[in-house]
C-alpha cells in the first residue's frame, strides 16, 4: 500500500473509529479476537519440523519440546502431500526430502511415540489427503489411550489455495469440497477440539500475493467453505467455530499488522451480515502465522535472524494465535538443529524479554496503522467483490483470476528487485565477495528404500482380504452421499497405505488437471 509521510486525524477518512474499532475480544475484532490476549498467557508457539523418516522426525520433535515449543507443527514429504506412497514410481527421488514419508498407520506411531497426544497441539501442514493423516492420528492418539474429544490441533486441509498458488491437489474441486465438508461433519462429532481447516493465505503470499491479494483471496476461499457446509446441511454455528486461518508475515511490519486487523474486520462483518452467525466464536478470525519463507536469502544467511524477528514482531503486534519462526538457513537446505533452536529462541525472547505482551494491541489508535488498516480492507474488499462476481472462489479458480493477479505480483515484485528499486539487503546491496562457510543438513537417500521395505512388509504381513473389503467399502460411499471418513478410519486402521486410500478415490472422483494443462 502506498504510505503518506505524516498521518492525522484526516487520514482517516470521516470513519466512526470507535464503532469500527471496538473492544478487544469484541465484534469486530480489529483489537483482537480475546478480551486479554497475550497478557493472559504467550501465543502457542510452534515449530514446523518433518524430515526423512518417522523416527527421525520423532527425535526432532523430542528435542523441539524440550527446547520449549508449545506445539508441533508437521512437515510432510511431498508424496505423502500428492497421496502417493513412497514406492510409487512418480515418488522417486523425493521421498522425505521436504518433510517426513508418511505411508501408513506404523509411520504415524513412530512419528509420535514417546510424545503424549492429549497434551500436546499438533498442526498437520497436508491437504488434498487432509483426512486420512487426521484419522492416522486420531488412531494413533486411541492406541495412547485417548479419545478423539482430548485431541487438539489442526489440519491444513485447505485445497482451494493449492488450485491458485500450490499445485498439490488431488481430486478435482468440487468434489475436494465434498471431501472437506465431510470432514467438518465428522469432527463435530467425534474431535469437537480439532479446527478442522486451515484456510491459508501463506502460500498465496509466499508465490508473490500482496497483503490485499492474501486476505481478499483466503477469506473467499473461507467463503466458499463455509457455504459448501451449509449446503451439506449442517448450520453455520455447528462448524464456523473451529474454523481457523493461516496467514505469512512479512519484513513490512507496519503494513502486515494492518493486515491483520483488517481480516478480523472483514471476516467479522462477512459472518454476521451474510451468513447470520450468532456464536461468538463464529465471527472471530483465529489464525496461525509463519514468517515468511519467500523472504530468506541464500546469501548472507545470518541476515535471516533478524528478518525473521521483525516478521515474527508483525505477527505479534497483529494479534496471531500461534507463530512459527522459519530457521536462518532454510533458503539453503533442512534446518539444522541449531538454526531451528534459534528460530524458537527468537519467539521466546519476544514473549518474555520484550513488553509487546504488557499491553492488547499496542497499535491501536495510531494514526498511520489506523489509515493502513482501512485501506488494506477497502482494497481487499474489491478484490472480494471481483471473486464474486465470477461465481465465487471455484468459478474464479475455473477461470485463472486469482492465479493471474498473483502472477502479475510476483513479476513486478522481481522486476523491483531486479532494478534496484527493491532492496534485499546481502542480494542487490550490501554484498560481500566471499560468503561463509556453512555446513547443510542433507536427508540420507537410503531412506526411500528403507520406506519401501517396510512397506513390502506392511503388505505381507496384513490382511489384504480386509483392507480390501474396506477400501471397497469407502469407494462406494465416494460414489454415493454418505461421509466417506468412516470407511476410511476403517481401512487405515486395516492397515491400508495412504497411496491405496487416496488411489480408491482417485478410482471414482478421477484427479485434477488444471486448464492450461489440457
Given at each position: 500500500m502506498p504510505f503518506e509521510p505524516v498521518y492525522g486525524p484526516e487520514a482517516l477518512d470521516g470513519w466512526d473509529h470507535q464503532q469500527r474499532l471496538g473492544h478487544p475480544g469484541e465484534f469486530p475484532y480489529t483489537r483482537g479476537v480475546y478480551e486479554s490476549m497475550y497478557t493472559g498467557r504467550p501465543w502457542t508457539m510452534r515449530q514446523y519440523a518433518g524430515f526423512g523418516t518417522a523416527k527421525e522426525s520423532n527425535e526432532r520433535y523430542h528435542q523441539l519440546t524440550k527446547a520449549g515449543t508449545s506445539g508441533l507443527s508437521v512437515a510432510f514429504d511431498l508424496p505423502t502431500q500428492m497421496g502417493y506412497d513412497s514406492d510409487a514410481p512418480i515418488a522417486h527421488g523425493e521421498v522425505g526430502k521436504v518433510g517426513v514419508a508418511i505411508d501408513s498407520i506404523e509411520d504415524m506411531r513412530l512419528l509420535f511415540d514417546g510424545i503424549p497426544l492429549d497434551k500436546v497441539s499438533t498442526s498437520m501442514t497436508i491437504n488434498a489427503p487432509a483426512a486420512l493423516l487426521m484419522l492416522l492420528y486420531q488412531l494413533v492418539g486411541e492406541s495412547q489411550g485417548f479419545t478423539g474429544d482430548q485431541l487438539t490441533g489442526t489440519t491444513q486441509n485447505d485445497v482451494l489455495k493449492e488450485y491458485i498458488a500450490r499445485g498439490t491437489y488431488i481430486y478435482p474441486p468440487r468434489q475436494s469440497l465434498r471431501l472437506i465438508?465431510?470432514?467438518f461433519t465428522y469432527c463435530r462429532r467425534e474431535m469437537p477440539r480439532w479446527n478442522t481447516i486451515s484456510i491459508s493465505g501463506y502460500h498465496m503470499a509466499e508465490a508473490g500475493a500482496t497483503p490485499a491479494q492474501e486476505i481478499a483471496f483466503t477469506l473467499a476461499n473461507?467463503?466458499?467453505?463455509?457455504?459448501?457446509?451449509?449446503e451439506s446441511g449442517q448450520g453455520v454455528d455447528d462448524f464456523a467455530p473451529r474454523l481457523a486461518f493461516f496467514f505469512v508475515s512479512r519484513t513490512t511490519l507496519l503494513e502486515e499488522v494492518a493486515k491483520f486487523r483488517a481480516a478480523r474486520r472483514i471476516w467479522a462483518e462477512v459472518m454476521r451480515d451474510e451468513f447470520g452467525a450468532k456464536d461468538p466464536r463464529s465471527l472471530m478470525l483465529r489464525f496461525h502465522t509463519q514468517t515468511a519463507g519467500v523472504q530468506l536469502t541464500a546469501q548472507q544467511p545470518e541476515v535471516n535472524l533478524v528478518r525473521v524477528t521483525v516478521q515474527a514482531l508483525a505477527a505479534v503486534l497483529g494479534g496471531t494465535q500461534s507463530l512459527h519462526t522459519n530457521s536462518y538457513d532454510e533458503a539453503i537446505a533442512l534446518p539444522t538443529e541449531k538454526a531451528a533452536r534459534l528460530a524458537l529462541r527468537?519467539?521466546?525472547?519476544l514473549a518474555y524479554e520484550s513488553d509487546v505482551t504488557k499491553t492488547v494491541d499496542p497499535f491501536a489508535g495510531s494514526y498511520a496503522v489506523e489509515a493502513l488498516t482501512d485501506d488494506v480492507e477497502r482494497a481487499a474488499r474489491d478484490l472480494m467483490t471481483q471473486v464474486e462476481d465470477l461465481g465465487g472462489a471455484v468459478g474464479?479458480?475455473?477461470r485463472g483470476f486469482q492465479k493471474s493477479e498473483i502472477e502479475r505480483s510476483a513479476y513486478r515484485i522481481a522486476q523491483e528487485i531486479d532494478s534496484g528499486q527493491r532492496t534485499v539487503v546481502g542480494l542487490n546491496r550490501f554484498t560481500v565477495d566471499v560468503e561463509d562457510p556453512y555446513e547443510p543438513l542433507r536427508v540420507d537417500p537410503a531412506i526411500e528404500a528403507q520406506q519401501c521395505e517396510?512397506?513390502?512388509?506392511l503388505r505381507t504381513t496384513?490382511?489384504?482380504?480386509e483392507v480390501k473389503r474396506q477400501l471397497d467399502a469407502m469407494r462406494q460411499a465416494a460414489d454415493g452421499t454418505e461421509s466417506v471418513l468412516l470407511p476410511m478410519k476403517a481401512a487405515l486402521a486395516a492397515h491400508a497405505t495412504v497411496g491405496e486410500v487416496c488411489d480408491a478415490l482417485r478410482d471414482v472422483w478421477g484427479a485434477y488437471r488444471p486448464p492450461d494443462a489440457f
Open positions: 465438508t465431510d470432514i473461507g467463503i466458499e467453505y463455509v457455504r459448501a457446509a451449509i527468537t519467539q521466546q525472547v474464479a479458480i475455473e517396510r512397506l513390502a512388509r496384513r490382511d489384504n482380504d
